[in-house]
């Protein structure tokens, strides 16, 4: 689904502020409430917007570790597979198979350096896994949770 200017500027202010009232956001892009709600309903009966979440600190969670493990697996396996074996882990935040020699790339957060080696240990034994790769986080550099505003051409 393509967006009009308008609801790309609906999109990008809920982004910033998913708790805004349709009143508030319907000020910023020029339209009234109600017409902003028919709006974000029909934008979310398309699929252009999944939900509302709220962003919470992981280390306030207890989630003090944070790391990408590579996965390199055997010549048969399906994304699907790779897919279904790191949803049981719930520390397992993010996967997605990728481009090099490596076939998947998931986002691990733990609560220490042991539960991660656990974490890592349990999925390396996964019987299409070969070998994996790890690289811990020291620190974040940029961390954008508005990273996906809408592309809008010009």
Request: hydrophobic share 45%.
């Amino acid at each position: 689904m393509s967006l009009d200017e308008i609801d790309a500027r609906i999109v990008t202010a809920l982004i910033a502020d998913a708790r805004a009232s349709y009143a508030v956001i319907g000020n910023q892009v020029g339209l009234s409430a109600p017409a902003v709600k028919r709006r974000v309903d029909r934008l979310r009966a398309t699929g252009a917007i999944t939900g509302f979440s709220a962003r919470v600190d992981p280390a306030a969670l207890g989630w003090t570790t944070e790391a990408y493990v590579e996965l390199f697996c055997g010549g048969s396996t399906t994304p699907e597979e790779i897919g279904a074996a790191v949803r049981r882990h719930p520390e397992v935040t993010d996967a997605c198979t990728v481009t090099g020699d490596a076939d998947a790339l998931i986002h691990i957060r733990a609560s220490d350096i042991r539960h991660f080696e656990q974490v890592v240990e349990r999925i390396a034994a996964e019987p299409f896994v070969h070998r994996t790769r790890s690289v811990i986080v020291l620190s974040r550099l940029v961390e954008r949770a508005d990273a996906i505003a809408p592309h809008t051409r010009s």
